[in-house]
């Protein structure tokens, strides 16, 4: 047996004995009483009764274990022509000053904290800074408008807000502040206190005296140590989108998220202590918590934050430019970053003119890795191109190439094998397992391993209900499959209404909310389908009220305007048809699946449960054709 099936099979016969090793990894103030508590089914908590610092382990344990001069961080920033370098020492000196500063403005253990900040050496700083004093951060990504920002903040009800002036999108500079003021009108949660870090590109206006200068805030605290926590205190709140418009706040735990990623890191990554990792995503999104921030720091790895993107900043040799300066070991990056590249350049002409010596791996997640993307990065890198699945849920990968521990076949279109912990099935909706080779709900047998979500954000109903109700016993991914003959997953895309465009995750629950409160639109429909570059792209569909008489180019410019202003440019809704009617089954719910199989070219039949099937046979060549604007 390999060593990959051989850690599979111990991890799932006996969970406890196979953590509790992995747990060795991680400094504990007070040893755990139990590894896997599953006295309140379908309630799991890991390392319960033990205590720890998740900062301490990030930061000031490598100091004391002789790697304060090695680089922590390098914040490689093309968009100001910055490189700069963050030593264990150094970071860890400025995340307790930091950690003092919030604690002077009242930040005290399981107080929340949100983050609303560019890619910048003080989003990480912020971050463990909360892990530090025991808060519990929640980072907004900055794509997103004032009005999700007030959402979350209703949610998570933070005592301080952190943010910066401005954010850098390629050539443009993107104001924060007057995004933040406007959530916090928005929001009838009042948040006391903001820490705004003035970047020299933009000022901002502060409104005294709930907002303070950054540096102002860090020159007048004294240096905060690390505060002992509970394992299964929350470290942070992660919202992610769900089907509805309110988004879901993942929690992670301390405990089990910090054994979790360090295994990780080394049997899946095969990065280990004192090697370079670079996860090109954003501190906002789920794998820059736990691939720019958490896994690589606890490791005692030196850790790349880059801002900038794939192409134009300055060129699409940008990641190869990075990965070669910095010696990179392994590269995470979407796929959709990589079509980027190869869109401007075809040939891989300039990753041909770095020296990528030290680089062994590209990992890819986010959405799924195209066969042709794949043959592509791997024609033009020359080493293995590796995709992984997982989701903000999870934290970390549920299916993969474990190169860390056994580097299996690739197999182009498939993230390999279940990662050790995660007992993954299929099954069949009604609930029983799928026949081999055919395509059902990907699940994932409780109890789930560390470092998944213990619970939605004050909601243990809504968690109940979004994962453990329709297979009880099991988790549900909101993704659909299949294992093969070999044991490997195949995931065929997600089987509710969240789409993933450009690597981002999104709602399109949200898009319509935000569209039906047009005046002229009656009822309407957003689907996601297949672009070639973002992977899908949203598609809007309206039918307007009787008696409407709206110009349709207008009103796609009003619907694209209202989408961008109430949840963020991310959302890049651009197309929007106004049609005659919906389809719909005879309890009035829309067929958005088979309008999604008509619009990525799909044979689909005319579903049974129709109510009138010729509203789908004048929808079908509006379907089929893109109308790009
Ligand atoms: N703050 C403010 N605005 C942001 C933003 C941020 N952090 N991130 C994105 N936006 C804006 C963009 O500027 C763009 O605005 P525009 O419509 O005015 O041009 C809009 O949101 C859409 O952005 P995006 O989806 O990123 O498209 P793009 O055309 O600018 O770039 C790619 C396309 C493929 C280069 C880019 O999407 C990319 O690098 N994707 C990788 C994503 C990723 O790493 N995801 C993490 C998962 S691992
Ligand atoms: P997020 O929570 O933003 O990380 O998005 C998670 C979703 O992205 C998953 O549920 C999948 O639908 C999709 N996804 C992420 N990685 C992959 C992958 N490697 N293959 C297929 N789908 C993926």
């Not at 736990?290 to 300055?314: F, H, N, Q, R, W």
């Not at 079509?339 to 010596?357: H, N, Q």
């Not at 997953?489 to 949200?510: E, F, K, P, Q």
Request: aromatic residues 8%.
């Amino acid at each position: 047996m390999g060593a990959y099936a051989a850690a599979y099979e111990r991890s799932i016969a006996d969970p406890t004995r196979f953590w509790g090793l992995a747990a060795r990894d991680v400094r504990w103030l007070v040893p755990p009483d139990r590894v896997l508590d599953d006295g309140a089914p379908p309630f799991y908590r890991w390392f319960t009764g033990g205590e720890l610092n998740t900062c301490e382990n990030a930061l000031d344990r490598h100091v004391e274990e002789g790697r304060g001069d090695q680089a922590a961080l390098i914040y490689d920033s093309p968009v100001t022509e910055t490189v700069r370098t963050y030593s264990y020492r150094e970071l860890t000196d400025l995340t307790a000053r930091f950690a003092g500063a919030l604690r002077a403005l009242g930040v005290e253990r399981g107080d929340r904290v949100v983050i609303y900040l560019p890619m910048i050496p003080e989003a990480v700083v912020a971050m463990l800074a909360c892990a530090r004093l025991g808060a519990v951060h929640s980072v907004v990504f900055g794509g997103f408008a004032a009005k999700e920002l007030a959402v979350r903040i209703d949610d998570a009800r933070p005592k301080v807000v952190v943010s910066a002036s401005c954010g850098i999108e390629g050539a443009r500079i993107v104001p924060y502040k007057p995004l933040l003021d406007q959530a916090l009108e928005l929001a009838s949660h009042k948040v006391e206190r903001c820490v705004v870090r003035q970047r020299p590109q933009l000022h901002a206006d502060l409104v005294r005296p709930r907002d303070i200068d950054w540096d102002e805030a860090v020159a007048g605290a004294s240096p905060a140590g690390p505060v002992p926590v509970a394992s299964t205190d929350p470290l942070y709140i992660l919202y992610t989108s769900g089907t509805t418009g309110r988004p879901k706040g993942v929690v992670r735990d301390n405990g089990g998220h910090a054994v979790a990623l360090r295994w990780s890191m080394e049997n899946v990554y095969g990065v280990g202590p004192g090697e370079v990792f670079w996860a090109a995503s954003d501190v906002g999104w789920v794998v820059g918590h736990s691939y720019i921030v958490y896994a690589p720091l606890l490791t005692g790895c030196t850790t790349v934050l880059y801002e900038g993107k794939p192409i134009g900043t300055p060129d699409a040799g940008a990641f190869w430019r990075v990965a070669a300066q910095h010696r990179v070991k392994a590269l995470f990056a979407a796929p959709t970053a990589i079509r980027a590249i190869k869109k401007e350049d075809p040939e891989g002409a300039l990753a041909a003119a770095y020296d990528l010596s030290a680089l062994e791996t590209l990992f890819m997640a986010g959405e799924r890795l195209d066969p042709e993307t794949y043959r592509w990065a791997s024609r033009v890198l020359e080493r293995p191109v590796i995709d992984h699945w997982w989701q903000t849920e999870t934290g970390w990968a549920i299916a993969a190439n474990p190169r860390g521990l056994e580097p299996l076949p690739v197999k182009p279109g498939s993230p390999t094998v279940p990662v050790p912990g995660y007992d993954v099935r299929i099954l069949s909706p009604d609930g029983t397992p799928a026949p081999a080779g055919a395509d059902g709900d990907i699940v994932v047998r409780l109890p789930l391993p560390p470092g998944t979500l213990s619970t939605l954000w004050q909601d243990d109903e809504r968690f109940v209900e979004s994962y453990l109700t329709r297979h009880p016993g099991h988790y549900l991914t909101g993704d659909g499959g299949h294992l093969d003959e070999d044991g490997y997953l195949w995931v065929m895309g997600r089987t509710d209404d969240v789409i993933n465009v450009a690597g981002h995750r999104l709602s399109t629950g949200t898009m319509e909310e935000v569209i039906a409160a047009h005046p002229a639109v009656a009822e309407c429909a957003v689907i996601g389908v297949q672009d070639p570059l973002k992977g899908q792209v949203p598609r809007g569909f309206v039918v307007l009220k009787s008696g409407v008489d709206a110009d349709p180019e207008t009103l796609r410019a009003e619907l694209v305007r209202m989408v961008r202003e109430q949840i963020g440019p991310v959302a890049a809704l651009k197309e929007i048809s106004v049609v005659a009617g919906l389809p719909k089954t005879r309890s009035g719910k829309i067929l958005r699946g088979a309008m999604r199989g008509i619009a990525d070219g799909r044979e689909v039949p005319v579903p049974s449960t129709i109510e009138d099937p010729a509203v789908l046979e004048d929808l079908r060549p509006i379907l089929r054709t893109r109308d790009e604007p």
